[in-house]
């Protein structure tokens, strides 16, 4: 392939195609963007794996991730992309690091390395791994089946997704995931980025969950144009099932009920979505060790957002002081004079990384009316 650039990634090199806006006619899809969410990768990998594992990236494309969990995290890796193009380039970047792989029948082999050029789906219905990354350019909903099989139990299975529009256009999530978001008209929740991350994890939950298998969120987040998700593989999915429940919205005046809530207490009909699961979406532990392990690695806007991950409170859906403003025509206040507000009203809150002007609480709707109509006396 002609027209490569070399990059730097964390401790590796990489030949990148020079294509500026990466999209699905590229050649050879890489995104500098995803370097932020591969950081926190090599960092999950790193604090869940204790000794040696053996990770799929099941599309390597570049190798980038692969070849980083090789280089930085120590783990052996099994590239696949059934893009020849892309196979090819992995190879090339493998012994740009030093790591040289020799073709042996319709693999490619190193020290602690596998390459393939195969579909995702029938990798991974035949080949089990410790750890599997799914990573696909778009929605990862047609290989969740497979990399929940595939995936061992007490293993890792990372996901991520770029088709974020499923937290705006309810009958494209009802299609690729089984559950609608909401909106009406052009009138969306203010906490649509959350219930688009639910969304998908509750999709990758009952993949898991129809092999058996439990998907335990470790970390799993939303950032810009993607979602980002950890989860630890056990035994018996009925625990997590029983977090799943119903949302209720009403577009009238803008509260939202945990339960398939018909009616709101204004008297309009509230639009409903569900099952979905409503459960703690990291553990808080894991989350403040991945955030170290990215300080030491000297990745600091990556540390400080994973930490502010962990500090948020637990209750599904977030408030929006923009929202407040424009339901009760008062100026906005600042974040920590409502957080500070909150408190002394003895709630638990915290910010979300979800939103800049997002905020958790376990307060109901009508309380954090209240305080917000208190502030600005």
């Excluded at 806006?21 to 604090?47: D, G, H, T």
């Excluded at 992995?90 to 792989?101: D, H, Q, S, T, Y």
């Excluded at 219930?195 to 969120?217: M, Q, T």
């Excluded at 206040?333 to 800049?356: I, N």
């Amino acid at each position: 392939m002609s027209n490569l650039e070399e990059v730097r990634e964390g401790r590796v090199r990489l030949l990148v195609p020079r294509i500026g806006v990466p999209s699905k006619k590229s050649p050879v899809f890489y995104n500098p963007e995803m370097e932020f969410s591969r950081n926190i990768s090599v960092a999950c990998l790193s604090v869940f794996a204790k000794e040696t594992v053996e990770v799929c990236d099941a599309m390597c494309a570049t190798g980038a991730a692969g070849i980083r969990y090789r280089v930085e995290a120590g783990s052996e890796v099994w590239l696949n992309d059934r893009n020849p193009e892309a196979v090819r380039l992995a190879v090339k970047n493998l012994e740009l690091n030093g790591i040289p792989v020799r073709k042996s029948g319709k693999l490619w082999k190193g020290p602690g390395v596998t390459v393939s050029n195969e579909d995702a789906n029938v990798l991974l219905t035949s080949e089990s791994f410790s750890v599997v990354d799914l990573d696909p350019f778009g929605s990862p909903a047609n290989f969740l089946n497979a990399a929940a099989k595939s995936v061992f139990r007490k293993g890792l299975l990372c996901v991520t997704a770029t088709d974020t529009s499923v937290s705006t256009h309810p009958l494209s999530a009802l299609k690729k995931y089984g559950i609608p978001s909401l909106k009406k008209g052009h009138e969306k929740p203010e906490y649509y980025p959350e219930l688009g991350l639910r969304i998908v994890l509750s999709s990758i939950i009952l993949s898991c969950a129809r092999y058996g298998k439990r998907f335990e969120p470790l970390l799993c987040f939303s950032k810009r144009h993607f979602f980002r998700f950890f989860g630890r593989i056990s035994g018996a999915p009925s625990g997590i099932l029983k977090k799943f429940g119903y949302v209720s919205h009403c577009f009238s005046c803008g509260n939202r009920f945990v339960g398939p809530e018909s009616r709101c207490t204004c008297g309009s009909r509230t639009e409903i979505t569900g099952p979905l699961y409503l459960g703690p979406t990291f553990d808080r532990d894991f989350a403040r060790e991945v955030a170290g392990k990215l300080k030491e690695a000297g990745f600091r806007v990556e540390s400080e957002f994973v930490e502010l991950v962990s500090k948020e409170v637990d209750t599904p859906l977030f408030f929006s002081l923009h929202e407040l403003s424009s339901r009760t025509g008062r100026k906005s206040v600042s974040m920590e004079k409502m957080l500070q507000a909150l408190e002394e009203r003895g709630f638990r809150c915290s910010k979300t990384h979800a939103s800049p002007v997002g905020f958790k609480t376990d307060a109901g709707r009508e309380e954090v009316l209240e305080t917000f109509a208190a502030i600005g006396k």
